[in-house]
């Protein structure tokens, strides 16, 4: 038995996979940082790939697309962590430079093509997406790391992040920003309520920033899987009292662009609506973008590319990253 050869791309969908009827050949659907998804087909005698489907991407030049590295450091109480690095080409740091928090918690961070991403490496910004404790694919016992009250520990795992992006001189630690969406969201509020120095602006995304309302508005199934997550606000309303955002909203310094879809059931426009009305009182710039028809995470192309511009022009505002730095025709391509 021999091995099969890497892969072409960074990932392989396992559930795109199929054999031919006299098992030669294998079926792949392959996809990664650089590459949109694509059937690919294994020749097992020859173990040679080739492609079958290719992807349209006008307008995107793919050769200026960039592939991460995956970075392995600790966080304070030794506990092994790892995330994505993106750095923008020619780029050696320190940069300024966005932490993008997954969503879940329970779901792994990995190097699929993120539109997101690239456009803000196109205008100079590199781009660092950790697998805190919680994420998934590490084993049991690191997905239940941030459980409850060890919640805390995660949070956190942002700040050691950072201090290891800073100490490595990847991060240029007067242009740092954070974002995030739903579970990530969530992590972008709190980050910037218990470190309301570290980061120079932030993006939330569709996220969670009172669990006591969360529970109240969000649908039946996902209140039930959150109480594991987060406690239940049946007996640990204290708990998550303790955990929410919105509690400690009045420590956040910090720029914040909000962006939500007016029909969010898992995460309610509420949540959205009371950082931007906490934010407002206190004078905290803060920009709420709500889109229509949208529900947790966008579906339309024109939103995606409403979001990504939003969010690139947000960061490179307040990261102070200068409008020529950036190759206007590559931007626009995600325009």
Not at 21 to 48: E, K
């Given at each position: ?180 969406g739903s579970y990530g969201g969530y992590v972008v509020m709190e980050s910037l309520a218990e470190y309301p120095q570290l980061f120079a602006a932030g993006a939330d995304l569709y996220g969670v920033v009172n669990f006591e309302t969360f529970f109240q508005h969000t649908e039946s199934w996902m209140a039930a899987g959150s109480k594991a997550e987060y406690g239940d606000p049946a007996t640990q309303l204290d708990l998550l009292r303790q955990l929410s955002p919105i509690y400690k909203i ?86």
């Open positions: 038995m021999r091995a099969a050869p890497i892969l072409p791309t960074e990932i392989a969908d396992a559930d795109e996979m199929d054999f031919s009827p006299d098992g030669r050949y294998l079926a792949l659907t392959l996809y990664g940082s650089v590459s949109a998804p694509n059937v690919w087909i294994l020749d097992t005698q020859t173990h040679r790939y080739h492609q079958l489907t290719f992807s349209n991407h006008p307008g995107v030049r793919l050769d200026w697309l960039v592939r991460p590295k995956l970075v392995r450091y600790k966080a304070e109480d030794g506990l092994p962590l790892s995330g994505w690095l993106y750095l923008p080409h020619g780029e050696t740091g320190p940069c300024p430079l966005v932490l993008s928090i997954h969503g879940g918690p329970e779901t792994q961070e990995v190097p699929t093509f993120h539109s997101d991403y690239q456009a803000l490496l196109a205008n100079r910004i590199a781009v660092f997406a950790p697998n805190i404790r919680g994420s998934a694919g590490f084993g049991k016992t690191f997905v239940n790391l941030d459980n409850g009250p060890l919640r805390v520990n995660a949070i956190r795992d942002v700040r050691d992040t950072v201090d290891y992006l800073v100490a490595t001189k990847i991060a240029d630690p007067k242009r740092l920003g954070i974002m995030g009045d420590q956040v310094e910090s720029p914040v662009l909000v962006l939500h879809g007016d029909h969010d059931t898992n995460v309610p426009i509420e949540e959205a609506e009371q950082v931007v009305a906490a934010l407002t009182v206190r004078h905290i710039p803060v920009n709420f973008i709500v889109f229509p028809g949208e529900g947790h995470g966008w579906q339309k192309i024109s939103t995606r590319v409403e979001s990504n511009v939003a969010i690139t022009e947000w960061f490179r505002k307040y990261l102070q990253v200068p409008v020529e730095s950036a190759p206007t025709p590559f931007l626009n391509s995600f325009r």
